[in-house]
């Protein structure tokens, strides 16, 4: 259940914007170019996941918009917004392995994450196996971000960290039939230009990552849609 609105999501792309694509060759490795104005949404899934996609809504969400170029000599570049703010889950903060750089009692703790993306992409080169494609695709940009980590052994303050991130990203794009695709791994590297100087020290709990670096792994997933 917590899980179909995904599958239903992604599927849904077969049914309301299945039309023909320019045909091309059944096996293919070349430049990855597109002459064909389409927008790509979805969301990305890791984020919600940890927090098993509870509470659904204004509080928690993802999404993702962008296009490849369609238009000469621009083809196999793109854009790309991503927008996460999700609740961060006790589970998730409890684990060492999905949670690096907190040291001490990590029991209950709570918090959120906030993250803006203008991304900049470079589709570098097309991979096509029948209804498969396969694009490596690398970015540069900007965004906002904002984490905020409560430990409720300790009300006098909280970690509290917000940042302007310079961010370089990889990501492998697989599309099925055009029009559903999955992002996975995505990786982003950040390096924070401008952050505040939050609070480290929590009682019983301590932040020891570094407040300039960041290091991402994603899930998206979504579908393109034609505009012509």
Known sequence: MKNGF?????????VWFAEPMEPMEDLYIGKAVNNIPTLQVGLEISEL????FRNIGWNNFTC?????FWFDHW???GWRILVLNVELAPEHLADPAAVAG?????TDLSGSFFAVRLLYDWYTVLLKAWFMKVIPIFSTGMGLQRTIIKNPRYGQAEYD???IPLAVTGRIHVSLW???????????FSFNIWHNQPVKELGDLTVTRPDWLNIYGWITAGVTIPLH
Do not use: Y
């Open 161 to 163: 960290i917000k940042a």
């Open 178 to 188: 055009h029009f559903i695709w999955i992002e996975m791994p995505f990786m982003e």
């Open 64 to 68: 993702i918009i962008g296009q490849q």
């Open 6 to 14: 995904v599958c239903l999501f992604l599927s849904l792309a077969v």
């Open 75 to 77: 083809s196999d570049f």
């Open 102 to 106: 907190l040291e001490g009692n990590r």
């Open 49 to 52: 996941m940890q927090n098993s």
